[in-house]
């Protein structure tokens, strides 16, 4: 089993629906969350981090943790052709010094 | 907006040559982070700095692999000799303390080894 899981996709949505991405973890320690985005070629970049269970908005961004289920989503609203990249789930180790990514879910928004 | 930067952004190399990559974190930035992707995969970390100390280096194959943050600031990564299976992104990230702070990243350097 893997440490962090993702649907490799790609996850085809059309402009102005809702993109729903999952990911689960294996730490049951892990306290912190993050989601990145990373378009082809270029590197990572933090788009939320979640440390509490429930949500967090920012933005057209949600991102859902689920601590006692070791899961943790992310929801894009009004999908735009822009948001068409990989995003990679990571969890922070329950020692606190290490991210896992996981593989990534690759978006894309169709017009 | 401040910036982690890397250089050379592209290197092509041959296998069995040395190459190194350079990275300049966010200034006050006390942790570093190297990492190594894949393409289709997910970044994995290969040794981490506090300061100029290393934290965690399990997994940089240290046959070949070398790191080094001297002054603590920026950082260095060497590969010597550079074999076929080196072909990746190379990702440095940088984090205010050690632990809950979010990570930034890099341009990242691209290597290609023929």
């Known amino acids: 089993q893997k440490e962090v899981e993702q649907n490799s996709g790609p996850l085809s949505v059309p402009e102005g629906a809702i993109a729903s991405l999952n990911c689960t973890y294996s730490?049951?320690?892990?306290?912190?969350f993050f989601w990145y985005r990373q378009y082809s070629g270029k590197s990572p970049e933090l788009i939320m981090s979640?440390?509490?269970?429930g949500d967090k908005e920012d933005g057209r961004f949600t991102a859902q943790l689920n601590k006692a289920s070791q899961y943790v989503s992310l929801l894009i609203r009004d999908s735009q052709p822009s948001d068409s990249a990989t995003y990679l789930c990571?969890?922070?180790?329950?020692?606190?010094?290490?991210?896992?990514f996981g593989g990534g879910t690759r978006v894309l928004v169709k017009p | 907006e401040a910036e982690v930067a890397q250089s050379p952004r592209y290197k092509i190399t041959e296998k069995s040559q040395a190459v190194a990559f350079w990275c300049d974190p966010i200034?006050?930035?006390?942790?570093l982070y190297w990492y190594r992707q894949i393409l289709g995969q997910g970044p994995e970390l290969l040794v981490q700095?506090?300061?100029?100390?290393?934290?965690?280096d399990s997994q940089l194959p240290k046959d070949r692999f070398s790191a080094e943050r001297l002054k603590g600031v920026d950082s260095t990564l060497k590969i010597q000799p550079a074999e076929l299976g080196d072909s990746a992104m190379y990702l440095c990230?940088?984090?205010?303390?050690?632990?809950?702070?979010?990570?930034?990243f890099g341009p990242g350097t691209r290597l290609t080894v023929t």
């Open positions: 990230a940088s984090s205010s303390r050690q632990g809950e702070d979010e990570q930034y």
């Open positions: 730490d049951r320690g892990s306290q912190s």
């Open positions: 979640i440390y509490s269970n």
């Open positions: 990571a969890p922070l180790g329950a020692a606190g010094n290490k991210l896992t």
């Open positions: 200034s006050g930035h006390a942790t």
């Open positions: 700095f506090q300061d100029e100390s290393v934290v965690d």
